[in-house]
């Protein structure tokens, strides 16, 4: 059974950084992609960011030069530093991994969700 557990959230005040951690058990992913969503409330969720094990990134124009996101295939996580957090940044954090190296596969849909991890900035 593939369980994605997020970690790391928490409550920060506006222009710090905040890291996330996904640990990925059941499977391996060294051939597909993970990546983050997120859902604040009120809205539907969102795409974040995605790796492929290649190394291949990609982030949401909303988070893109603040956000890094990286992974580690041997222990099969994938991080997320969020540096200059804005109020807008603050929702529940989902991990999503697919077992397709397309990156539109993730988007469409994962294959698996982590149970979400909440961040809130405060201005």
């Known amino acids: 059974q593939v369980q994605l557990v997020e970690s790391g959230g928490g409550l920060v005040q506006a222009g710090d950084s905040l890291s996330l951690s996904c640990a990925a058990s059941?499977?391996?992913?060294?051939?597909?992609?993970m990546g983050w969503f997120r859902q604040a409330p009120g809205k539907e969720r969102e795409f974040v960011a995605a790796i492929k094990w290649n190394d291949s990134t990609y982030y949401s124009d909303s988070v893109k030069g603040r956000f890094t996101i990286s992974g580690d295939s041997v222990k099969n996580t994938v991080y997320l530093k969020m540096n200059s957090l804005k109020p807008e940044d603050t929702a529940i954090y989902y991990c999503a991994a697919d077992r397709s190296d397309l990156i539109g596969d993730l988007l469409r849909g994962p294959d698996y969700w982590g149970q979400g991890t909440q961040v809130t900035v405060s201005s």
């Open positions: 059941g499977r391996t992913f060294s051939s597909g992609t």
